[in-house]
């Protein structure tokens, strides 16, 4: 029954719908209340992003965090869009032969009150509107951000797909992490808007609901270099704090060494849950190495975390002995060349357990006693299963 209107509703595209096989109540609307179908009314299929969705993206393409919370407009994500006829999803493997990749450009909100935004695309496509024994033909539709476009972008982004992968199913992406965080990426995933059908959009300004999820880990650290101070006791016994130079004038690199850098993005298929696959020793996608803060503040400042000094990272378990943020610090009054008499540095063992979406923020403060002490308040993930449901090997 499925190919029955297959080749009829492809010849729609970017043109015009014909009429239904049904033109009284759509099926599962009770009669005392019946929503009719207008034969030969074109329904435009029209996307939105969803107030979830709008999260942690600013104007270049990784995570901003707090105070501007859309994608930026004039950005774009990229659409798969799967024809069912009328099987469920669940029923049968689908192909994303509707839309592939299709681009569509966020548009800037309506307005601030209701944070509303569209997504456009051209040429513009009609929902199906096959009727047969009750049942509608159905779409489903899921987006990633950022969108790329050809292979020099999928190179210049670290994000790869192949076509063929999306033959059966929701397919997967390769993740390559930049070696900077400013050039790294906000790789997001949306729901999967399945078994969508004509009779849910007769008012012709609905829109599907595109909601985004954050598929790496946020790592933010902050360095706080105190300054020495000296209490000074005088002779009516008053005590006076007085500041002395500061033992280190500047953080000159702040990196994290030993981490998975490529690994396989699988959105969720039937009853399974979307995973990242980590590459196993022998797997030649398989690439470890640093990431490196290069926003690094000056002379004289502390490292505040922020969006300019995120590290954006694929989800993974840190191993004490690989896994590694390593700070290196200039001594006051000291010359530039790259000696332990001129700079001095910190490596401190990671064992946590970085989950997709979440923040991981590690405090260190360097005391006057010339020694780095970790402050972090929180470690590790309470009450999470040992790979988070997410990560796995392959």
């Given at each position: 029954m499925k190919s029955k209107h297959y080749i009829w509703t492809f010849a729609l595209l970017g043109l015009t719908a014909?009429?239904?096989?049904?033109?009284?109540?759509?099926?599962?609307?009770?009669?005392?209340?019946?929503?009719?179908?207008?034969?030969?009314?074109?329904?435009?299929?029209?996307?939105?992003?969803?107030?979830?969705?709008?999260?942690?993206a600013d104007g270049t393409y990784y995570v901003e965090g707090h105070d501007n919370n859309v994608i930026p407009a004039g950005r774009k994500v990229g659409v798969f869009g799967y024809y069912q006829g009328y099987e469920e999803w669940e029923t049968s493997p689908m192909k994303?032969?509707?839309?592939?990749?299709?681009?569509?450009?966020?548009?800037?909100?309506?307005?601030?009150?209701?944070?509303?935004?569209?997504?456009?695309?051209?040429?513009?496509?009609?929902?199906?509107?096959?009727?047969?024994?009750?049942?509608e033909e159905m779409l489903s539709f899921y987006a990633y951000y950022p969108y790329v476009e050809d292979a020099a972008a999928a190179t210049a982004l670290g994000l790869e797909m192949t076509k063929e992968k999306f033959l059966l199913g929701q397919g997967e992406f390769v993740f390559t992490c930049?070696?900077?965080?400013?050039?790294?990426?906000?790789?997001?995933?949306?729901?999967?808007?399945?078994?969508?059908?004509?009779?849910?959009?007769?008012?012709?300004?609905?829109?599907?609901?595109?909601?985004?999820y954050h598929q790496l880990s946020r790592i933010l650290i902050n360095i706080n270099i105190d300054p020495a101070t000296e209490t000074i006791i005088d002779s009516d016994n008053n005590a006076t704090v007085v500041t002395k130079p500061r033992v280190y004038d500047q953080i000159t690199e702040v990196k994290v060494v030993g981490v998975h850098k490529r690994a396989t993005f699988i959105p969720s298929k039937i009853e399974e849950r979307?995973?990242?696959?980590?590459?196993?020793?022998?797997?030649p996608i398989r690439l470890v190495g640093d990431v490196t803060v290069d926003n690094l503040p000056g002379t004289n400042q502390n490292l505040v975390g922020s969006p300019e000094t995120a590290l954006l990272l694929i989800p993974q378990r840190c191993q004490q002995e690989t896994h590694k943020i390593v700070?290196?610090?200039?001594?006051?009054?000291?010359?530039?060349?790259?000696?332990?008499?001129?700079?001095?540095t910190f490596p401190v063992a990671l064992t946590d357990l970085w989950l997709s979406?979440?923040?991981?923020?590690?405090?260190?403060?360097?005391?006057?006693?010339?020694?780095?002490?970790?402050?972090?308040?929180?470690?590790?993930?309470?009450?999470?299963?040992?790979?988070?449901?997410?990560i796995t090997n392959s």
């Amino acid at each position: 029954m499925k190919s029955k209107h297959y080749i009829w509703t492809f010849a729609l595209l970017g043109l015009t719908a014909c009429g239904s096989e049904a033109d009284s109540v759509m099926p599962g609307i009770v009669e005392e209340e019946p929503i009719q179908v207008i034969p030969n009314k074109n329904i435009p299929i029209q996307f939105g992003l969803s107030e979830q969705a709008n999260t942690r993206a600013d104007g270049t393409y990784y995570v901003e965090g707090h105070d501007n919370n859309v994608i930026p407009a004039g950005r774009k994500v990229g659409v798969f869009g799967y024809y069912q006829g009328y099987e469920e999803w669940e029923t049968s493997p689908m192909k994303a032969d509707f839309f592939y990749n299709e681009p569509m450009t966020v548009e800037a909100p309506l307005s601030d009150e209701t944070k509303t935004t569209y997504l456009t695309y051209s040429p513009l496509r009609f929902w199906p509107n096959g009727n047969e024994n009750g049942k509608e033909e159905m779409l489903s539709f899921y987006a990633y951000y950022p969108y790329v476009e050809d292979a020099a972008a999928a190179t210049a982004l670290g994000l790869e797909m192949t076509k063929e992968k999306f033959l059966l199913g929701q397919g997967e992406f390769v993740f390559t992490c930049k070696d900077k965080a400013s050039e790294q990426i906000d790789f997001m995933i949306s729901d999967l808007d399945k078994d969508q059908k004509r009779s849910d959009y007769l008012d012709g300004d609905k829109r599907v609901p595109i909601t985004f999820y954050h598929q790496l880990s946020r790592i933010l650290i902050n360095i706080n270099i105190d300054p020495a101070t000296e209490t000074i006791i005088d002779s009516d016994n008053n005590a006076t704090v007085v500041t002395k130079p500061r033992v280190y004038d500047q953080i000159t690199e702040v990196k994290v060494v030993g981490v998975h850098k490529r690994a396989t993005f699988i959105p969720s298929k039937i009853e399974e849950r979307a995973k990242w696959e980590i590459p196993l020793n022998d797997n030649p996608i398989r690439l470890v190495g640093d990431v490196t803060v290069d926003n690094l503040p000056g002379t004289n400042q502390n490292l505040v975390g922020s969006p300019e000094t995120a590290l954006l990272l694929i989800p993974q378990r840190c191993q004490q002995e690989t896994h590694k943020i390593v700070i290196k610090l200039h001594k006051v009054g000291q010359g530039t060349e790259d000696n332990d008499e001129n700079y001095k540095t910190f490596p401190v063992a990671l064992t946590d357990l970085w989950l997709s979406g979440r923040d991981y923020e590690y405090n260190f403060r360097v005391s006057e006693t010339d020694e780095l002490q970790d402050t972090t308040d929180f470690r590790g993930n309470a009450g999470i299963p040992e790979d988070g449901g997410l990560i796995t090997n392959s």
